[in-house]
Structure formats: C-alpha cells, structure tokens
Nanobody, 120 residues
C-alpha cells in the first residue's frame, strides 16, 4: 500500500507565504510524476503544479512566478512553495503521485488534502 502524507496547510494573510509538503511511503518501486492540485467547493479539482521524473515542471497560469514545486527523488517527497498568496488561492490542496509499485504496474495516489486559507 502507498500513502501520500501532506502537511503545511493553514491560515495566512494576503501577500504571505506558505510551504506544503508531501511524502510518499509504502511499497514503491519508483515514482513518475508528482503534482499538487487544489479544489474549492462547487468547482472541479485543478492542477496547480507538477514535476516529472526528469525534473521538468509545469504550472497553472494563475500561479506562475508565485508557486514553486520542488521534488526530492531520493526521499520520495514533493513540496509546494507558495509566495504572494491571494484570497483566490484559498482551497484544499492535494498531493498526487503516479507510482510504480512494480516495473509495469502504475497507479495514481492522492493525499488526504490540506486546507490553505488566505484571508486578513
């Protein structure tokens, strides 16, 4: 079984910063893409940022230049550094990973979600 454990959410004022962390644990052969998504009530979950095995990153237009995704392949962790936070960044943030549990068996896993609230 593979678990993604998130930490780091909370309340922050507009313009502030916050870092989310996610660690993958369990029976892992290797991890391909790791990503962060977010969701607000009544809306679909949206991709915030992703990083592939080779290190290439991808960001939603709304967070480019403000959020940064960092991955430690050896530790199986991914973090999301968030700067210049805005009220519209308020959401539940989810870690996502495409995990190989064997050489040819890949599954997608989700973390439990962590709330980020940007408010004065």
């Amino acid at each position: 079984q593979v678990l993604l454990v998130e930490s780091g959410g909370g309340l922050v004022q507009p313009g502030g910063s916050l870092t989310l962390s996610c660690e993958a644990t369990g029976s892992i052969y290797s991890i391909n893409t790791m990503s962060w998504y977010r969701q607000v009530p009544g809306k679909e979950r949206e991709l915030v940022a992703s990083v592939v095995t080779g290190g290439r990153t991808n960001y939603a237009d709304s967070v480019k230049g403000r959020f940064f995704i960092l991955r430690d392949r050896a530790k199986g962790t991914v973090s999301l550094q968030m700067y210049s936070l805005r009220p519209e960044d308020t959401a539940v943030y989810y870690c996502n990973a495409e995990v190989l549990v064997a050489a040819t068996r890949e599954y997608t896993y989700w973390g439990q979600g962590t709330q980020v609230t940007v408010s004065s």
